[in-house]
């Protein structure tokens, strides 16, 4: 009897080493939901640096802070736009948004994610019309579907995963967007409505947001 009853102590201690040894497994796998130490950072367009770039819209022209569209009002954040700003009057070739960054350590696998509408129809781009770059290297990412909104006003905005594997350096990234010449609306050049980027990634990113752009756009 005494044998039994140290036996079934024996049993029962093994369980429980076993599930204590379980359950620091899965936190280390991330399955706390910590993601295995996995950051997501948001980029948000209206704030790179938009000195100098042209944009064109349906029938008229915006330059530089002026591309910003939005009121960063609750109602429009609770729409889905990042921030309550966006940059619009991409339809031209050349517009390009640089988004540079700063990484604290050299990674591969990181994730790319563009959060982009359209108000040109349901608009399919390729790298040969709307080009994708970090740090000076393309992403060939196939096609990106974009569905239509038909007006900025009621803009709904998609993540477009470009990479799952993207390699990050050390120290200072560019991520560049750049609209180049296409026939996709009606045969004349169209891009997408740029919320903003996510980047995915165990490395630790920062940036330096220009975030009074959108209170520059009265000085124009």
């Not at 950051?39 to 591309?67: C, I, K, P, R, W």
């Not at 080009?131 to 905005?157: H, Q, W």
């Amino acid at each position: 009897m005494k044998r039994k009853i140290a036996m079934k102590r024996i049993i029962l201690t093994v369980c429980l080493l076993c599930t204590i040894a379980c359950a620091f497994a899965f936190a280390a796998c991330g399955g706390s939901g910590s993601g295995g130490g996995v950051e997501t950072y948001v980029f948000e367009a209206e704030y790179t640096d938009l000195t100098g770039v042209q944009g064109g819209g349906h029938s008229n022209e915006a330059s530089g802070v002026g591309m910003i569209y939005g009121n960063g009002t609750e109602e429009e954040i609770e729409a889905g736009w990042s921030s309550g700003y966006f940059v619009a009057f991409t339809h031209r070739e050349g517009v390009k948004l640089t988004f540079e960054f700063n990484s604290s350590e050299a990674v591969s696998g990181a994730t790319i994610v563009l959060r982009v509408g359209s108000e040109m129809g349901n608009l399919t781009f390729t790298p040969s019309s709307f080009e994708v770059k970090l740090n000076g290297e393309a992403i060939e990412y196939g096609n990106m579907t974009v569905e239509n909104s038909s007006v900025l006003e009621n803009m709904k905005f998609y993540d477009k995963t470009v990479t799952a594997n993207a390699s990050l350096l050390k120290g200072k990234n560019e991520l560049t967007l750049t609209v180049l010449a296409n026939s996709l609306s009606g045969g004349v050049t169209a891009g997408p409505i740029i919320d903003c980027v996510k980047i995915s990634t165990k490395a630790k990113l920062d940036w330096n947001p220009l975030t009074d752009n959108p209170s520059k756009r009265g000085d124009i």
